[in-house]
């Protein structure tokens, strides 16, 4: 595209011209390759610090041609490891790769930085965008212009905008209306806003070029990062957390910061304590010595280490003094730098881990483990540490960090300790999901509640909904109205964890459940110990249920139609199948020994915060996918359309049980629907299904 000539003056007669913009569909092999030597050149100089020099035909005029966006992604196997980009003006080619490598490299925020001991493995992915071409139109028409495979698109509605490149339509085998659903989810939008007047909706050609980042690299690239600090300057570190852990103890004054020692960010912290008693002549009987490690872990951004590492000795001291330790103590300090990410659980790509130099670390938002051995390879220290984590953590994120230690080998877990307690269990959600006075929680209930109407029947379970009573206790209700509630026989409710509290997988030790300060439902501690003794998956704590409301709404109700009716409460967060179906085996023989066995109740809601349509789209498919009895299946359906069944593991768990006790499953769906039936509000909805299996 040129511009016209400027003016020309009495100084010069020249004509300006911009460069020419890119015709995508006409590009050559050399100039494919030339885009893909640029950004791999840009990634290589980033991640390692070191300017990678580029071939001379990268510096033609052909880099000055005039795109509209690009975009660079970078890939290790299917794990996406990092996909930035530019648009929105005319820019250079060259620039515009260059910029879009550079942030994919360091500044994708949802991820660890590239690191070095990672470009080996990488595939690189450069895809040049074309100008936006506003789709005309309204409503379902506009589909009819986005052609899969070729088009990429991007959504502006209000301040919200979001884009997918061509690629991401093919990879996922979307239809056109599906890709524009998947954009507005992109931007945080309803997945029917592409249809709206006010959505202003953009495709734009792409064109896509990919190659493995080694063929492109030089050799003798460095594999890691050059350490900031020396041995010596960390073994000091160590002597002064000792003496900062003597001084909290004593009372005397600790260094908060130490000018004479670097200070830097670090990704990985780990104290390791070991302590024991003093000798002693009447000592007569050997005392185990003790270990135990303060660990705190930041990929991104990282954490100030003299600060945490001040706190950290805070914290240790306290525990010791709880412990009311008097004895030798002695401190190992541990560093981790330059993140890389490797995957999820058993499926981590780990070749290039170098367990001389790295630690493997394994975590989730609640759990941290890492393991450092140079004896081990990285696969025998990645099984080490998903042995020691807890159930539903197993498959977390897997890193590698460059590491620093005063010890020869490390091994941290840091994992919530069980609460056990007894007395009743206090009301989370008293006043939010239901009214907090008793005569009022009674007339709200019986509005949707009657215990004198309709048939009950025998069954092998149910599921019922948890959100606010409002919103679906008549769905909730029709279920447990339906079901023969036998008052001598308990009734296991079993839901997913909404709170990061507590362990993974919870059962509630509480003797009762309190819905007012003078009401209370019984619990079953008994039975309750003796679920958590075998099936050893699960443990008893108060912790995970002190917030959980997925048990709680179902109180009230159960208050109404069977006031003498005990509960044991299941909570559960995330668990693989193989996690799942270990557990069910334990659970099955567990119930087939009990002559009164308790009812098993899913708690779950469906699909959250679509639009009305899609939701009950989604809905549907989950729901079909447990009508056919296969809780593998079931699992399987939500993981691949993205459908966020809040209790897709209890359900998977209590189906796969009844299978294992001998039971061919028939599931009747006694109602559904969702909150936009009560609030009107069809723009972002949760849906609600009540079943029975029988």
């Known amino acids: 595209?040129?511009?016209?000539?400027?003016?020309?003056?009495?100084?010069?007669?020249?004509?300006?011209?911009?460069?020419?913009?890119?015709?995508?569909?006409?590009?050559?092999?050399?100039?494919?390759?030339?885009?893909?030597?640029?950004?791999?050149?840009?990634?290589?100089?980033?991640?390692?610090?070191?300017?990678?020099?580029?071939?001379?035909?990268?510096?033609?005029?052909?880099?000055?041609?005039?795109?509209?966006?690009?975009?660079?992604?970078l890939r290790r196997g299917h794990l996406l490891r990092g996909c930035c980009g530019v648009l929105g003006k005319p820019m250079a080619l060259g620039s515009a790769i260059s910029s879009a490598a550079l942030r994919t490299a360091r500044e994708d925020q949802r991820m660890a930085p590239i690191s070095t001991c990672e470009l080996a493995y990488l595939d690189l992915e450069v895809t040049l965008l074309g100008p936006l071409q506003h789709i005309s139109g309204a409503g379902t028409k506009r589909a009819e212009s986005v052609e899969i495979g070729k088009h990429g698109l991007m959504i502006r509605r209000g301040q919200a905008s979001g884009l997918l490149l061509p690629s991401v339509a093919t990879e996922r085998g979307w239809s056109a209306t599906e890709f524009l659903q998947a954009v507005c989810q992109k931007a945080q939008l309803p997945t029917d806003s592409w249809l709206k007047e006010d959505a202003e909706v953009f495709r734009f050609d792409g064109l896509a070029m990919s190659i493995?980042?080694?063929?492109?690299?030089?050799?003798?690239?460095?594999?890691?990062?050059?350490?900031?600090?020396?041995?010596?300057?960390?073994?000091?570190?160590?002597?002064?957390a000792a003496e900062n852990i003597a001084a909290f103890a004593c009372g005397g004054t600790p260094s908060y910061v130490v000018p004479y020692l670097p200070d830097q960010s670090v990704n990985a912290l780990v104290l390791s304590m070991e302590w024991g008693p003093e000798p002693n002549d009447q000592q007569t009987s050997a005392v185990p010595i003790q270990q135990g490690n303060a660990i705190q872990v930041s990929f991104r951004p990282g954490i100030p280490l003299q600060s945490n590492l001040y706190q950290m000795c805070q914290r240790t001291t306290n525990m010791l003094a709880q412990q009311q330790f008097s004895g030798q103590l002695t401190l190992g300090l541990t560093l981790g730098f330059d993140p890389a990410f490797h995957g999820y659980g058993g499926q981590a790509d780990l070749a290039g881990v170098d367990t001389a130099a790295r630690a493997i670390i394994v975590s989730d938002q609640r759990h941290c483990a890492l393991a450092y051995d140079p004896s081990q390879s990285a696969e025998q220290l990645l099984n080490q540490l998903q042995s020691a984590l807890p159930v539903g953590s197993k498959e977390g994120w897997v890193h590698s960090v460059q590491v620093m230690s005063t010890l020869p080998r490390v091994f941290s877990l840091s994992v919530p300790t069980p609460i056990l307690a007894q007395g009743a269990r206090a009301p989370a959600v008293a006043g939010q999901f239901y009214p907090a006075e008793d005569a009022a929680r009674r007339a709200f209930v019986s509005e949707f509640c009657d215990s004198s109407t309709g048939q009950t029947q025998s069954v092998l379970a149910a599921m019922v909904p948890h959100a606010g009573l409002k919103y679906s206790g008549h769905i909730a209700a029709k279920v447990w109205q339906s079901i023969d509630l036998n008052p001598n026989r308990t009734v296991l409710i079993i839901s997913p964890k909404h709170t990061t509290q507590g362990v993974n997988w919870a059962i509630c030790p509480h003797d009762s459940w309190a819905l007012s300060a003078t009401t209370t439902i019984a619990g079953d501690p008994e039975l309750a110990s003796q679920m958590a003794q075998h099936v050893p998956a699960f443990q008893l704590d108060a912790a995970a249920h002190a917030s959980e409301h997925g048990i709680e709404v179902q109180l009230p109700i159960l208050e109404q139609l069977a006031p003498g009716i005990k509960v044991i409460g299941v909570a559960m967060h995330a668990g693989s199948w193989s996690e799942i179906k270990s557990a069910a085996v334990k659970m099955a023989d567990w119930l087939q020994s009990l002559d009164n066995p308790p009812l098993l109740v899913i708690s779950s809601d469906m699909n959250h915060f679509a639009d009305d349509a899609e939701n009950r789209r989604r809905d549907r498919m989950a729901l079909d996918a447990m009508a056919s009895g296969d809780p593998e299946r079931l699992l399987d359906v939500c993981r691949q359309h993205e459908i966020s069944m809040c209790g897709v593991v209890p359900a998977a768990l209590v189906m796969e049980t009844l299978r294992q006790m001998g039971h061919s499953l028939n599931i009747q769906q006694l109602d559904y629907g969702t909150s936009a039936d009560v609030s009107g509000d069809k723009s972002r909805v949760v849906g609600y299904a009540g079943l029975i299996l029988t």
């Open 1 to 73: 595209m040129s511009n016209s000539p400027s003016k020309p003056t009495t100084q010069s007669a020249s004509v300006a011209v911009s460069p020419a913009a890119l015709q995508l569909d006409r590009l050559t092999s050399s100039q494919r390759q030339i885009c893909l030597q640029l950004a791999a050149s840009s990634v290589a100089t980033a991640v390692t610090g070191q300017p990678i020099k580029t071939p001379p035909e990268s510096l033609s005029e052909f880099v000055q041609s005039i795109v509209m966006g690009a975009f660079v992604t």
């Open 212 to 240: 493995g980042l080694k063929e492109l690299l030089p050799s003798g690239l460095p594999t890691s990062g050059p350490i900031p600090l020396s041995l010596d300057e960390l073994r000091e570190y160590a002597q002064v």
